[in-house]
């Protein structure tokens, strides 16, 4: 396990150990791994010849302070979990600073209105955000392929989409959600809640695939009333949004048109934690 916290060791040694037919996995992430992270680094290992993990909790992307505070930071269990899945694996793990060189600001991109769905609308500057940070770190590891977790969905999209507009060389795997037995998409962010919350949230999921069976026979207007009043029956929650978008172009679905593939987007808060989740509605 090499582990490395400035960008420049980290460029020179995979200059170091690579070669013109090294395939290199990457694993973008921002710690306190769960099975979710750790299914996308084994896919990676198994895939390719060499795997680098990034752990990074990235500032730009948070436009909620207090987000960032309580953002769990979990670097040596984290460590340990990658090295038991790939004992050869990488461990980039930077300081703020040697990231952004002193200047901790989003660049501003273009992703043709993706940014301004969903996410986006409820979380100005965050897709910005997201974007310095994932271009940067491409640019340091330059990955044959990157791997992601479909539970963020819209950030998928604009990553393809910040990769072909950049016509970086590489390939974008997008990986299924793993689920808690409750249901409850797995996220860092799930530590967050007490017991009992983290088994309540799996009302989520639930409303989720009722959403589902619901969009077969109803319009996308009908489907997301039912849910917003489901979600008004059970005031532990905090509905921000509820959406039924067209899943390549994330446009809101106003009348469905045949072959096209929707897809169901939410947030929801439940004791002050934000937590979001997806299902293909097709």
Known sequence: MQIFNAKTALKDYLRSVKTKKSSIGFVPTMGALHEGHQS????STQ?????VVS??????????????????????????KIADINPNGIVFAPTVDDMYEGKTISQSFDFDGLENKMEGKFRPGHFDGVGTIVKLLFEIVEPTKAYF??????????????????????????????RE????????RNERLPLQKRKDASLIYKILKEAKEKFKNNSAQKTTQWVKNEFDKNKEFTLEY??????????????????K??????????????????????
């Not at 990769?163 to 997008?174: D, F, G």
């Not at 509820?242 to 072959?259: G, R, V, W, Y």
């Not at 593939?261 to 979001?276: C, G, M, S, T």
């Open 40 to 43: 996308l680094i084994a896919q």
């Open 47 to 51: 895939e390719n010849d060499i795997t």
């Open 55 to 80: 752990i990074f909790v990235n500032p730009t992307q948070f436009n909620n302070p207090e987000d960032l505070e309580k953002y769990p930071r979990t670097l040596d269990d984290d460590i340990k």
């Open 149 to 178: 977790g479909e539970k963020d969905f819209q950030q998928v999209q604009i990553v393809k989409k910040m990769v072909a507009k950049n016509h970086l060389p590489l390939t974008i795997v997008v990986c299924p959600i793993l």
């Open 181 to 188: 037995t409750s249901g409850l998409a797995m996220s860092s």
């Open 242 to 259: 509820f959406e039924i978008a067209d899943e390549d172009t994330l446009s809101t679905c106003n009348k469905k048109i045949k072959n």
């Open 261 to 282: 593939k929707y897809r169901a987007f939410i947030a929801v808060f439940i004791d002050n934690v934000r937590l979001i989740d997806t299902i293909s509605l097709n």
